[in-house]
């Protein structure tokens, strides 16, 4: 572990002396989750919102390191971890680990896989309560929408050919179909269309979602009405609300945090690293 930190850190420094961002529960500003991979390692990380940019108190809470043969040092380097998602209250983290659903606590202890309802379950994303998941998992050709808890038992299936699933604090679980963001119930029934777009991510009181579109990232009511862009960038990936909804992480070169009013005053936390570094999925710890 101490020397993957150490790695890790050494790459960051040298991009930073070479040259001059699912849905987010209420409460106070914590630490930002992302996926992070390179060369030589593969983890789920956390760091603060006032981050640098250099990597500086980056924490992983779980992760695999290569040696030079490239046989694992550590972990399980045959899992790419991803898809981040803390659960009310910020004491907990889902992610996607391989074929399974993985639960681990922020101090990096109480990991547990969770049995695996198909064959590549993924996406998890905690409800309200925390004590269930919605999640995509592969069934054939396609990925539908399920839900079920966390403490195991069975799953239930909400809806088809899905991707990028996100539970609101008003319980209505967003995803995309083909292009367009729709939104359901947990008990699943008719589908609300939101906007077209990708990538949504509920607002802390679940009354807006923010989403990535062409051109930038836009936020628009829970009903799809509102609809305006706040960010108007190249390659915006993933946008996260703060639990005090006052400020958006996304991805973009790196994690990058920006106001979410207006998408002012923008700060890259982390850099990418090519070929060595790249962070991504960013979720916002409520505390």
Not at 90 to 102: M, N, Q, T, V
Not at 277 to 283: G, L, M, N, V
Request: with cysteine; aromatic share 8%; charged share 20%.
């Amino acid at each position: 572990m101490n020397r993957l930190a150490a790695l890790f850190l050494l790459t960051l420094a040298a991009l930073a002396s070479a040259t001059p961002a699912q849905a987010t529960f209420p409460g106070a500003n914590g630490r930002i989750a992302a996926a992070a991979e390179g060369d030589v390692f593969r983890a789920i990380i956390t760091l603060p919102a006032m981050g640098s940019g250099r990597g500086r108190n980056v924490r992983f809470l779980r992760d695999c390191q290569l040696t030079e043969s490239g046989e694992p040092d550590s972990g399980d380097c045959s899992i790419r971890y991803r898809s981040p998602s803390w659960a009310p209250g910020g004491r907990r983290l889902a992610f996607d680990s391989g074929a399974a659903i993985a639960l681990v606590n922020s101090d990096r202890s109480g990991y547990r896989a969770l049995s695996t309802v198909t064959s590549d379950d993924g996406e998890p994303a905690y409800a309200p309560g925390g004590s269930a998941l919605a999640f995509t998992g592969r069934v054939g050709s396609r990925r539908d929408l399920f839900v079920r808890g966390t403490a195991g038992g069975a799953a239930r299936s909400i809806a088809r050919r899905v991707a990028s699933p996100d539970w609101s604090r008003a319980n209505r679980i967003a995803f995309v179909r083909s292009g367009t963001i729709y939104s359901v119930t947990p008990r699943g029934g008719q589908l609300r269309r939101i906007a077209r777009g990708g990538a949504p991510s509920w607002s802390p009181s679940g009354r807006s979602i923010a989403f990535t579109r062409s051109g930038g990232i836009y936020v628009a009511r829970a009903n799809g009405t509102g609809l305006r862009r706040i960010l108007r960038c190249l390659g915006c990936r993933t946008p996260a609300f703060s639990p005090d909804g006052r400020m958006l992480v996304y991805k973009q070169n790196g994690l990058v945090v920006a106001r979410a009013a207006d998408g002012k005053r923008r700060r890259t936390i982390i850099e990418d690293v090519r070929g060595g570094f790249d962070a991504s999925e960013p979720s916002w710890q409520p505390r």
